[in-house]
T-cell receptor, first 113, second 114 residues
């Protein structure tokens, strides 16, 4: 079945550095989503991508929907301490009667002040 | 409230005990999802409701897991005869339309089976 891989698994960066992480799959997805989860909280949607090749920004965050529809990346520019958390990619595909979403294993981001 | 609400936030159950986890989605949201999140892992799909209809329960790990949404709003996830491997955070999410894009998540219920 559909499965998502995320890399890197974890990152330790200095405040002010740029961050790049990606998500890949052997399956095609119709929508790519990026979520952030803080400890003890549920995931919060950061960016949604709906078309192959689409590049979307949300403040310091930029994400792209790969043209093969099998991958996506998320960039964070000029990282700050509150960027710490776990970033999940998620892919949506049509399953029989609805659009199903599955999640990747996550990238853990630590920012050193 | 404005967001997805889950209760209880924490639940400790003795092995073999039955538990019920509640989710109050955002009012008017058609779709409701349950996910299971083990420590250090991403959310794993359990089941999906579109209004009161359970369209997909393929992710439920065993027949000890049961979910319902009888009136198309509040949902309950029930786990019978809990086992240690059931220990996880159970997340509920809702979205305005069918499917899971742009879903809003609750804070989750952390279940610990001892």
């Amino acid at each position: 079945g559909q499965q998502l891989n995320q890399s890197p698994q974890s990152m330790f960066i200095q405040e002010g550095e740029d961050v790049s992480m990606n998500c890949t799959s052997s399956s095609i997805f119709n929508t790519w989503l990026w979520y952030k989860q803080d400890p003890g909280e549920g995931p919060v949607l950061l960016i949604a991508l709906y078309k192959a090749g689409e590049l979307t920004s949300n403040g310091r965050l930029t994400a792209q929907f790969g043209i093969t529809r099998k991958d996506s990346f998320l960039n964070i520019s000029v990282s700050i301490p509150s960027d710490v958390g776990i970033y999940f990619c998620a892919g949506q595909y049509w399953k029989t009667s609805y659009d199903k979403v599955i999640f990747g294993p996550g990238t853990s981001l630590s920012v050193i002040p | 409230g404005a967001g997805v609400s889950q209760s209880p936030r924490y639940k400790v159950a003795k092995r073999g005990q039955d538990v019920a986890l509640r989710c109050d989605p955002i009012s008017g949201h058609v779709s409701l999802f349950w996910y299971q999140q083990a420590l250090g892992q991403g959310p794993e799909f359990l089941t999906y409701f579109q209004n009161e209809a359970q369209l997909d329960k393929s992710g439920l790990p065993s027949d000890r897991f049961f979910a319902e949404r009888p009136e198309g709003s509040v949902s309950t996830l029930k786990i019978q005869r809990t086992q240690q491997e059931d220990s996880a955070v159970y997340l509920c999410a809702s979205s305005l339309e069918q499917g899971g894009a742009e879903a809003f998540f609750g804070q989750g219920t952390r279940l610990t089976v001892v």
